[in-house]
């Protein structure tokens, strides 16, 4: 990972370029990277930001008020284990503005209830 000020010196601008050549994209943080969130959110064309989970950095999940805290309203992609989305969306403390890809789910019947049971 890089400081906010290489990035800024060195990455932006083509970034950016790419991004205006493509219509956008997609970037991806991992945990140790997670101090350049506020500059990564404000590049130009950005639609969205995927945070990985690192060993020996708190799961995105758990500090996802924070991360949301300097991204804004952008949207996020994040992984999440079963159990934990499970007692998350039972305790209605999922937030919003993340596609989650849940992992470790038993199978399709147990998703499906899940989700019966998120929506009450």
């Given at each position: ?15 950016e ?60 992609m994040?992984g ?39 929506w009450?």
């Amino acid at each position: 990972m890089t400081s906010v000020d290489y990035f800024e010196a060195w990455g932006r601008e083509s970034v950016e370029r790419i991004f205006r050549r493509y219509d956008g994209g997609l970037i991806h943080i991992h945990g140790n990277g997670r101090h350049l969130l506020k500059a990564v959110a404000s590049i130009r064309g950005l639609k969205g930001i995927y945070l990985g989970d690192d060993r020996g950095f708190p799961p995105a999940f758990e500090v996802l008020p924070g991360i949301r805290s300097e991204v804004g309203d952008m949207p996020l992609m994040l992984g999440v284990p079963y159990a934990v989305f499970q007692r998350a969306l039972a305790e209605k403390k999922v937030p919003g503005g993340a596609l989650y890809y849940v992992k470790d789910v038993p199978d399709v019947a147990a998703a499906n209830r899940l989700m019966e049971q998120g929506w009450r």
